[in-house]
Every structure is written in C-alpha cells, then in structure tokens.
C-alpha cells in the first residue's frame, strides 16, 4: 500500500529568519585599470533578519554597509552568496517574482529630500505607491489609506498631505520617505543611515517612529549606521563591520557595552557618547581603513591592532563564539588548542582588552 506522500509542509519556526544573506560577497570591478583588479567591497557576509527585530550594521566608511543593504534589495547582484526570503533562494531578477520580492523588502535611503521628488506633493507620492502595491484601491478607500499611511508615520493626514517636499522638514521628510515604504507593505526594512543627515534634535524621534513600526507591524528592520551608541538604543542586534566583513556580532547591549573585538572597541572609544569614553580608552589603536583592492592578508584589521601577530597577518580568523551568544572574529578569541601547535605562541594577547578578563 502506498503512503500518502502529499503532506502538508511544515511551518517555518517562530523565529525563523524573514530574511537572509548567506556568504553574501560583492566584488566590484575597477574601472579604467588594465587588470582583473576588484574593490572587495563586501566579504562572506551572514545577516539574518527576524520578524520583529532591529539588527544594526555598524561600521566606518568604506567597510560595505550600503553596499550589503543594496545587495539585499537587489539593486545589486552578489559576486556569490545566497540571500533567502522565507528560506527560499532569490533569484529572480525581473518578472513577478521580482516585483513580489521588493514589495515584501523595501529600502529607505539616507537623504530625504534627494528620495523625494520635488515637484509632487506628498499626496501625489504617496498615492502613487499605493496604486503600484496595492491596485484595487480606488476613491474613498484609496484616500482612506492614504490618510492612513500618513497616521502611521505620526504625520497629520490634513495638514500634510498637499505638501510639497521643500515645505517639509527633514525628519518629516524623512518621515514621508518612511510611509511610502510602508505603501507596499512590507516584511523587511533596510534602513542605509535613515538619521544622519537630520538634525540632532530629531533624530531620536525617527528611531522611536521604526521601533514602534517593529513593535506594531512585526516589521525586520536592517539599521546601517555609523553611530554605535545608537545601535545601542535601537538594535536587539548589532553586526559590526570592517573592511567588508563582519568582525564581531551578539546582542547590541553586550556588543556596544562591552565590546570584544578591538575594532569594535575602537569604534566605541570614538563614540560620541560622554558614558562610554572613561571605560572603552583599552586599545589605542588608530589609523586609517585599509585599501579594498588590495585588503591586507589575515584579518583586515590587523595593519590598526596593536594586539596584531603574524598569525593575524597571514591567516583570516573564523568568528568564534564567545560564550554569551555572542561571535568574534579575532584570534585573541581562539583556544590554543584550535591552532597548529606552532602558531600557539602567535596568539595576540589581549590582555585586559579580552571580554571576560577585568581591567
Ligand atoms: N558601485 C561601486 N563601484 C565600485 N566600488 C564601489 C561601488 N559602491 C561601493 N564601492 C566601494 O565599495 C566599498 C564599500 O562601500 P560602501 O558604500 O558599501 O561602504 P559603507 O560602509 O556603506 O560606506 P559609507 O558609510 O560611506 O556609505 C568602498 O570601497 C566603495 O568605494
């Protein structure tokens, strides 16, 4: 007798990742030299993002943040690496599919005011991307969720929506910019610096605007910043990049609070965050960021680290894990018995700059 062989699949767990890069690589090619040189603007990167969680990417200029947020919404096509939505690969890069895919994953960008166009109002943007999402709204119940949207975005409907953008505010740009991501309804945000080009006073209100979006909607939001004291704030998660790696990456409260790799921990000692200066002052490195053409050899960080070996410089470390959910890649991390007995001495010794070892 045969079985019945049509079951039904299983559901996804809970916390399963809406979205994923796996390996994501990006090379770009170099343009106007006679030679196979690349720009390795991102490296074997992993990011999974989760229906209601914020996961920070925090790195200097240059390290490839931008560069994976736009991977992520296809702007771009990776070198290699996969990038799954819902656990299914993304391969598509036209047809339904591809539409499909960047309604459920929508970006918003850093400046505002560029995103916008100036010559229509905010009811004429906002309008056209519900009629591209959504087009069976029409009349009544087009206006409905337009007013809606807007609502969303703590933007009066009434007041604001036969604006044009040069009457608006940065941040209510910004805010504006948010509500035509949310026309499309979507799973996932990747947000490449959505504050730094507002004022100060304002920024704090925009990230409460996304919390409460991941708070409310279940929205995964992908955060790319500069600033790790916000990562602090606003993340559950932050990955921390150099040199178009991840080198370390756990729980934004441990990862920003007590940093383990010495990039991080130089990244938190420039922080502009007055609490954080007296403790985080361990490394002393310093320097510029490496060319990404040519990155150094081992761990790209190396060349800064004043805790650096050959080891560092030959060979690239794995993240390891820590011991508190938490992944480092920094061979001051890695056991003795985890390399060839003659590499034992040429593990860099932290010293009081390991996490777990007081000062
Ligand atoms: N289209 C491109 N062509 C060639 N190189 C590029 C391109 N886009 C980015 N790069 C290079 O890739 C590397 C990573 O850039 P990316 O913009 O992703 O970094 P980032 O961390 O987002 O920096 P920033 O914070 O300044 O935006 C840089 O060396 C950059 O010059």
Not at 141 to 150: F, G, I, K, V
């Amino acid at each position: 007798m045969s079985s019945d062989t049509h079951t039904a699949p299983a559901a996804p767990p809970p916390d399963a990742p809406v979205l994923e890069a796996r390996g994501l690589t990006k090379h770009f090619p170099v343009r106007g030299l006679r030679s196979n040189a690349v720009v390795h603007a991102v490296d074997g990167v992993d990011v999974s993002l989760r229906s209601g969680q914020v996961v920070a990417l925090v790195g200097e200029s240059g390290s490839g943040k931008s560069t994976i947020a736009r991977l992520l919404a296809r702007l771009y096509t990776q070198t290699s690496g996969e990038i799954l939505l819902h656990g299914e690969p993304v391969t598509a890069h036209r047809g339904r599919a591809f539409r499909r895919y960047c309604r459920r994953v929508q970006m918003i960008f850093q400046d505002p005011f560029g995103s916008l166009n100036p010559v229509h109002t905010i009811r004429y943007t906002l309008t056209r991307s519900l009629r591209i999402h959504q087009p069976r709204l029409r009349g009544q119940a087009l206006e409905d969720a337009l007013a809606a949207l807007l609502d969303r975005v703590q933007l009066q409907p009434e007041r604001y929506v036969d604006k044009y953008p040069h009457e608006l505010s940065g941040g209510q740009r910004q805010r504006v910019a948010i509500a035509r991501a949310l026309a499309a309804d979507p799973e996932v945000l990747l947000a490449d610096e959505p504050i730094s080009m507002l004022d100060v006073s304002i920024r704090i209100g925009i990230l409460n605007l996304l919390k409460d979006l991941r708070d409310r909607l279940g929205i995964a939001i992908l955060y790319i910043t500069h600033d790790i004291a916000s990562a602090r704030y606003f993340a559950d998660e932050t990955r921390v990049m150099y040199a178009g790696r991840i080198v370390e990456h756990g729980e934004s409260e441990l990862v920003t609070q007590e940093p383990a790799h010495p990039y991080t921990q130089l990244l938190v000692r420039s922080a502009p965050d007055p609490e954080n200066l007296a403790a985080q002052d361990r490394t002393g490195a310093n320097g510029e960021p490496p060319s990404m053409v040519r990155p150094p050899e081992g761990c790209r960080f190396s060349p800064r680290c004043p805790f650096a070996t050959d080891l560092c410089r030959s060979k690239v470390p794995d993240l390891v894990d820590v011991g508190d959910g938490r992944k480092v890649a920094c061979w001051g991390y890695v056991g003795a018995s985890d390399v060839e007995p003659a590499e034992r001495d040429l593990i860099p010794a932290l010293g009081s700059a390991r996490v777990g070892v007081s000062a």
